[in-house]
């Protein structure tokens, strides 16, 4: 709910208080009680007579009406109780008593002509009348709001206290001088920018494509997984034309109301249309673009008919205005189809994940707010986050300004972007976890594990770090691997080593321990994983070999595939699988019994140091001296907590 609907609501509200207590106010004045009495009594005519010979009565109040009279009275020594009663006609002796006991009278001729109407009028005419003009005065407004052509609401059909926007967009327009963002505020999507280059043109130059016959696109859909920078990318084609842009979300079209989202597609283009030439984007665009089922009522009408009206807005509004439609979505197979056909989307513009130039280009651009300490290696940086989107760069040059901060200085250094890697990577390290000395043997040999058998291998990437200082997200220890060079292609060779690198830990957990722990668990999940794809979807499979047997569902979220076979087949698939598995863990199982020696002195490494690099770890492997760097013989002692062969 944005600021002005707060408001309205809030003026509602008073407005309502105000009628109320004119009502209470008029109620009190016109029909005042008696003042000073707390409770009312109906006593006989006798009792008021002989309250007055014993000079009790205080104030007496006697109202003469058409038909019959009333006295009301108070006691001197009880004025909180209000007596009442009803005098004889013919009793003409009541006002010299009254006179000779000293009370107070008050004597008052009702006019019955008008005292009834007057009832009726403020009791019950009035609170009416208040209700209905406030309600006229509501519906006014909201027609006002809304125009003439948008849709009208009788007082009461629901919404009472909603506002005068009821069919308000509630669209963010940003001036063409606010917009503040171009193209030289977004990198590493060079082929996305040319795509958009063309309508920042014809926003500029209109006149080029109209004398050529040329049409725009009425619409340009921006596609990519989260992060990569859509919403930035549209922001910048307005700030680049310099025209106004009109921002929502797909989600503010749901409404409650079955029609109330299509009216505010009706106000959106009304407003971008008194706006033209302008940008008009639609975030999330599959809240409200899913594809129909076509099964009749669905229970979710109401996104369907604001689909409708979207369809028809967009087929209508007169695209030599300057009108553009930039819509953005991470799940492009849910899509309607006939909101993707020429003529309304028709244009796709794939917004991917950076490769390494586009990572280092993001690095550079977000660095430059940043007060840095040469020397600056980014192109380093850039390597170890393969798969990072946009915005996980910018966290990580973020995360490693806030390092700087905690610890003193005035200006980020390389360390510190090193290591917001791993922060964004595995989390932050976890100081409060404190492993036992058998637990941080048992890390250490594991990843110790993976990295020899990585190693050991070729055509794998190269060991970068190890360490076994557990992390806040649930990780002990981790070994980083960083490709030299930016790959697209991944060989089966290259699949069938990864695997080992898989099973590395789990096998270094048996061949020294004997035993088996819970920390391979994320090693067997992403393993399993790579081994179904090689068989389902990589064609990778000796008995399958290139048949597809399952579909990529999401392909910009979490990439899961669903199996598209039968059942039999189904559990070949898991068979073919487990095998695969059973002969990376017998070839890491191999490399580890060949290197077993190196792997003892490489653990007992780490478990001292508990961090070292890719140089340290060759270094070490690579040495035919078995005694450590700078350690005597006498320092074999410490050795004795670890197992031997």
């Given at each position: 709910m944005d600021m002005d609907d707060q408001k309205r609501r809030r003026n509602m509200l008073v407005y309502v208080l105000i009628a109320f207590v004119i009502y209470v106010v008029l109620n009190a004045l016109v029909f005042p009680n008696y003042k000073g009495a707390t409770s009312e009594q109906t006593v006989s005519y006798d009792t008021l007579w002989t309250a007055l010979e014993k000079k009790k009565v205080d104030k007496i109040d006697y109202e003469v009406g058409s038909s019959d009279a009333t006295i009301t009275y108070t006691l001197k020594d009880d004025a909180d109780t209000l007596y009442k009663t009803t005098p004889l006609p013919s009793d003409t002796g009541l006002a010299e008593l009254i006179r000779t006991s000293g009370a107070t009278i008050d004597v008052s001729i009702a006019d019955t002509s008008t005292s009834l109407w007057l009832y009726y009028l403020v009791s019950s005419i009035l609170p009416i009348a208040i209700f209905v003009l406030f309600g006229w005065w509501l519906n006014r407004r909201m027609k006002k709001a809304m125009g003439d052509d948008g849709p009208s609401m009788n007082f009461g059909s629901g919404g009472f206290g909603m506002g005068g926007g009821l069919g308000k967009s509630g669209a963010r327009i940003i001036a063409s001088k606010d917009v503040g963002v171009t193209f030289k505020d977004v990198a590493g999507q060079e082929e996305a920018k040319e795509s958009l280059k063309e309508v920042v043109d014809f926003l500029e130059n209109p006149k080029r494509y109209e004398d050529i016959g040329a049409k725009l696109?009425?619409?340009?859909?921006?596609?990519?997984?989260?992060?990569?920078?859509?919403?930035?990318?549209?922001?910048?084609?307005?700030?680049?034309?310099?025209?106004?842009?009109?921002?929502?979300?797909?989600?503010?079209?749901?409404?409650?109301?079955?029609?109330?989202?299509?009216?505010?597609?009706?106000?959106?283009?009304?407003?971008?249309?008194?706006?033209?030439?302008?940008?008009?984007?639609?975030?999330?665009?599959?809240?409200?673009?899913?594809?129909?089922?076509?099964?009749?009522?669905?229970?979710?009408?109401?996104?369907?008919?604001?689909?409708?009206?979207?369809?028809?807005?967009?087929?209508?509004?007169?695209?030599?205005?300057?009108?553009?439609?930039?819509?953005?979505?991470?799940?492009?197979?849910?899509?309607?189809?006939?909101?993707?056909?020429?003529?309304?989307?028709?244009?796709?513009?794939?917004?991917?994940?950076?490769?390494?130039?586009?990572?280092?280009?993001?690095?550079?651009?977000?660095?430059?707010?940043?007060?840095?300490?040469?020397?600056?290696?980014?192109?380093?940086?850039?390597?170890?986050?393969?798969?990072?989107?946009?915005?996980?760069?910018?966290?990580?040059?973020?995360?490693?300004?806030?390092?700087?901060v905690r610890h003193g200085r005035d200006r980020a250094t390389q360390d510190d972007f090193e290591e917001s890697v791993e922060t964004v990577i595995a989390g932050q390290q976890r100081k409060s976890t404190v492993l036992s000395d058998h637990e941080k043997q048992v890390v250490a040999y594991h990843e110790i594990g993976h990295a020899l058998v990585a190693a050991s291998q070729t055509h794998t990437a190269p060991v970068t770090k190890i360490t076994i200082v557990p992390r806040t997200s649930g990780a002990l220890g981790y070994t980083m691997q960083v490709e030299q060079d930016e790959k697209f292609l991944t060989t089966r060779q290259e699949a069938l080593n990864k695997l080992a690198v898989y099973c590395g830990g789990r096998c270094a957990e048996e061949l020294i321990f004997d035993e088996m722990t819970t920390g391979a668990a994320n090693d067997i999940e992403q393993a399993t994983k790579l081994a179904r794809n090689m068989i389902t979807r990589f064609g990778m499979s000796d008995d399958f070999g290139m048949m597809a047997l399952g579909t990529v569902q999401n392909a910009y979220l979490n990439q899961d595939t669903s199996l598209t076979c039968a059942p039999g087949t189904a559990e070949k698939v898991d068979e073919d699988v487990r095998q695969m598995m059973v002969e990376a863990h017998d070839r890491a199982m191999q490399i580890l019994r060949e290197n077993k020696f190196k792997l003892h002195e490489l653990a007992h490494y780490l478990y001292k140091k508990e961090t070292i690099t890719g140089e340290e770890f060759m270094t070490l492997l690579k040495r035919e001296n078995p005694l450590m760097p700078g350690q005597e013989a006498g320092d074999d002692a410490s050795a004795g907590s670890m197992p031997t062969a």
């Open positions: 696109p009425r619409g340009a859909l921006l596609v990519g997984p989260p992060g990569t920078g859509k919403t930035l990318m549209a922001k910048a084609v307005a700030g680049e034309a310099g025209v106004p842009f009109f921002s929502i979300s797909g989600s503010e079209f749901v409404e409650m109301f079955v029609g109330r989202g299509a009216a505010k597609v009706r106000d959106l283009f009304k407003q971008a249309n008194e706006k033209a030439p302008c940008i008009v984007f639609i975030d999330e665009i599959d809240t409200i673009g899913k594809r129909r089922d076509g099964g009749g009522f669905s229970g979710n009408d109401e996104r369907e008919q604001t689909l409708n009206q979207l369809l028809t807005e967009m087929d209508g509004f007169d695209n030599h205005k300057g009108i553009v439609v930039l819509a953005a979505t991470n799940r492009p197979d849910t899509l309607d189809p006939a909101l993707t056909r020429p003529g309304r989307f028709d244009r796709r513009i794939p917004v991917e994940l950076p490769d390494l130039r586009g990572r280092q280009a993001i690095l550079e651009l977000h660095a430059r707010d940043v007060k840095t300490r040469p020397p600056l290696n980014l192109s380093a940086i850039a390597k170890a986050t393969p798969g990072a989107s946009g915005a996980d760069l910018a966290n990580i040059i973020n995360e490693g300004a806030l390092r700087a």
